[in-house]
Nanobody, 119 residues
Framework: QVQLVESGGGSVQAGGSLRLSCAAS????????TAWFRQAPGKERERVAR????????YYADSVKGRFTISQDNAKKIVYLQLNSLKPEDTAMYYC????????????WGQGTQVTVSS
């Protein structure tokens, strides 16, 4: 089992920045990749960024490419999502998810952290 706890959400104006954190605990040795998803009311869940734990290979959705950055601190078992140049359409609940041991099939989820961007 892996436990994930997100933090760092909040309310900002358009153009602002936030940094989300996802702290992992438990059997993290089996984690292969970690991703950030988001879901706004009435919309489907969207994977916005993913990082492979061993090697750091990253993926970004087109909607956030160039504005969001995913990174990791392996020693602290934390995955970050830096959100820059925020837009009102980025408003959503952001979730951290982890998968392993060899594929990105997300089995573990955090409780989410709310990001609200006002115009």
């Amino acid at each position: 089992q892996v436990q994930l706890v997100e933090s760092g959400g909040g309310s900002v104006q358009a153009g602002g920045s936030l940094r989300l954190s996802c702290a992992a605990s438990g059997n993290t040795y089996s984690t292969y990749c970690t991703a950030w998803f988001r879901q706004a009311p009435g919309k489907e869940r969207e994977r916005v960024a993913r990082i492979i734990i061993d090697g750091g290979n990253t993926y970004y959705a087109d909607s956030v490419k160039g504005r969001f950055t995913i990174s990791q601190d392996n020693a602290k078992k934390i995955v970050y999502l830096q959100l820059n140049s925020l837009k009102p359409e980025d408003t959503a609940m952001y979730y951290c998810a982890a998968a392993g041991p060899t594929q990105c099939r997300y089995m573990y989820w955090g409780q989410g952290t709310q990001v609200t961007v006002s115009s």
